[in-house]
């Protein structure tokens, strides 16, 4: 049973294009989690779904990010219009039920912007 | 959200017992205790996790006090492979979703 899936391990992108970060939980997990961690600083909470439908977003930046998980296929992290304050690693974890289980991280995205 | 605080660092040696305090005296009834340790370069890992009653698996224990106010993450015998930044986290409980909300941890030296 591998692990959360993460891709690409590494992203460099130039200010001013989009970054496109995928996330492929365990298998049977429906519930998937973003979280955003800066150089020297703990995870911060981004967002929160369950296939087709976001549950929590108050931890997302209100311009340039969003996020899907699709009923097939990963979940997506996208950052249009990226600037350097968006270089950070970005951690998907999923579960299987949600509330009070236990989150298996991936190995995380780090993200570069040039 | 009800908060954590822990101590930035801590060092132990090799085989000894480690305590890592925590303390969350805003925590609400229904507020899980969790403990995830992150390693350099990698995502967290889950390590332990209690509501009221202490808990006990492979990797560690917790001490739970009988006010909820702290806990203690214990390392019955410390290796190199401890070494890691061990977060404890109040999962919270919104509308049945649950987010875990990172602090600053504690960062664990392991002396050879």
């Known amino acids: 049973n591998a692990g959360v899936m993460q891709n690409p391990r590494h992203l460099v992108r130039r200010r001013g294009q989009e970054a496109r970060l995928r996330c492929s939980p365990m298998?049977?997990?429906?519930?998937v989690y973003w979280y955003r961690q800066l150089p020297e600083e703990g995870l911060k909470f981004m967002v929160y779904?369950?296939?087709?439908?976001?549950?929590?977003e108050s931890g997302m930046p209100k311009e340039r990010f969003s996020a899907e998980f699709p009923k097939e296929g990963p979940s997506i992290l996208r950052i249009q219009q990226v600037v350097r304050g968006d270089s950070a690693a970005y951690f998907c974890?999923?579960?299987?039920?949600?509330?009070?289980?236990?989150?298996?991280f991936g190995s995380g995205t780090q993200l570069s912007v040039l | 959200d009800a908060k954590t605080t822990q101590p930035n660092s801590m060092e132990s040696n090799e085989e000894e017992p480690v305590h890592l305090p925590c303390n969350h005296s805003?925590?609400?009834?229904?507020?899980?205790i969790h403990w995830y340790r992150q390693l350099p370069s990698q995502g967290p890992e889950y390590v332990i996790h209690?509501?009221?009653s202490n808990v006990n698996n492979r990797m560690a224990s917790l001490a739970i006090a009988e006010d909820r106010k702290s806990s203690t993450l214990i390392l019955h015998r410390a290796t190199l492979r401890d070494a890691a930044v061990y977060y404890c986290i109040l999962s919270l409980s919104i509308q049945g979703a649950q987010k875990l909300v990172f602090g600053q941890g504690t960062r664990l030296t392991i002396n050879p």
């Open positions: 298998k049977g997990h429906s519930h």
């Open positions: 974890a999923s579960s299987p039920r949600g509330p009070k289980e236990k989150l298996f």
């Open positions: 209690g509501l009221t």
């Open positions: 779904l369950q296939k087709e439908n976001i549950i929590d």
């Open positions: 805003t925590i609400s009834g229904t507020d899980y």
